[in-house]
């Protein structure tokens, strides 16, 4: 089982719509959450960290579970260049080795 | 551009051969982390130091993988004897020690 899991997808969605990503990790001792986009042949960049209380940047909001072991992306009102693929991210926190999902590929379609 | 730089960014070699790529990171960043990612699938960890120590290797990183952060500043990552399976974006990362990881753009290794 990987420690970090994620549906690939694609989600293949028409502009504007509203569109939820999900994941799971199974490491208890995770203390902080991310989400990373990365376009096609670049490198991740980071999109928001997730906090327990939710946070929202813009479009973007981000809920995690801790209980549930469980992350969450929302994204509201698509537009094109939201067309990426999301990566689910956990580490131990203090600056140690970041753990990747597989990554769920959005498509954002006129 | 004062962000993570790797060269190269391609790389083709043939089986057996080894290679080097190098990494420089933000300049007043003191961790420097190493990552591999293969087709479909997310970035797996495979070293880090924090200044010049290596603080940790994965089990992914075999004996014909070696990294060096000789004056804490810029790495290095040598792969010995390569191997098909060896074909991947290797990519780096820095922080300062807070949470936020700054990747840089890749080495992209093709083995034939």
């Known amino acids: 089982r990987k420690e970090v899991e994620q549906d690939p997808g694609p989600f293949n969605v028409p502009e504007g719509a509203t569109v939820a990503f999900n994941c799971t990790y199974s490491?208890?001792?995770?203390?902080?959450f991310f989400w990373y986009r990365q376009d096609c042949r670049k490198e991740p960049k980071l999109l928001m960290s997730v906090y327990s209380s939710g946070n929202e940047d813009g479009r973007f909001t981000a809920q995690l579970n801790r209980a549930s072991q469980y992350i969450s992306l929302l994204i509201r009102d698509s537009k094109l260049s939201d067309s990426a693929t999301y990566l689910c991210v956990v580490s131990q926190g203090g600056g140690n080795k970041l753990t990747f999902g597989t990554g769920t590929q959005l498509k954002v379609e006129l | 551009d004062t962000g993570v730089s790797q060269d190269p960014r391609h790389k083709i070699t043939k089986r057996g051969q080894n290679v080097t790529f190098r990494c420089d990171p933000i300049s007043e960043h003191n961790r420097l982390y190493w990552y591999r990612q293969t087709l479909g699938q997310g970035p797996e960890f495979l070293t880090y130091?924090?200044?010049?120590?290596?603080?940790?290797k994965s089990r992914l990183l075999s004996d014909r993988f070696s990294a060096e952060r000789p004056k804490g500043s810029f790495s290095t990552l040598e792969i010995q004897r390569t191997e098909q399976g060896d074909s991947a974006m290797y990519l780096c990362a820095s922080s300062s020690g807070q949470e936020t990881q700054y990747f840089g753009p890749g080495t992209r290794l093709l083995v034939l």
């Open positions: 130091f924090q200044n010049e120590a290596q603080l940790e």
């Open positions: 490491n208890s001792a995770s203390q902080s």
